[in-house]
């Protein structure tokens, strides 16, 4: 079944307000719009910034930090 671009769009509506609130999320919108983000391009730049090992020490921290409880949060 493919998700519809309202609920993609209500789905992360749902996860920026609940992570930074309202007046940060509008603001983050207007960011990416206004600068034409590319999430593509920053992504690789990102990761092609990191070394292996800083990738590995960075994702193990973010596991520690945000265990697994078995219990996935449905949007």
């Known amino acids: 079944m493919t998700t ?3 609920e993609i769009m209500n789905k992360g509506m749902k996860c ?3 992570a930074m609130g309202i007046v ?3 603001q983050f919108i207007s960011i990416i ?3 034409k983000f590319d999430y593509t391009k920053w992504q690789q730049d990102y990761f092609d910034a990191k070394t292996p090992l ?3 020490q ?3 921290q973010f596991e520690k930090s945000h265990p697994f409880t078995g219990n996935a ?3």
């Open 58 to 60: 960075e994702a193990s």
């Open 24 to 26: 940060e999320a509008e």
């Open 4 to 6: 519809s671009t309202v």
């Open 73 to 75: 949060i449905r949007l």
């Open 16 to 18: 920026l307000t609940e």
């Open 54 to 56: 800083e990738i590995s």
């Open 33 to 35: 719009i206004r600068e």
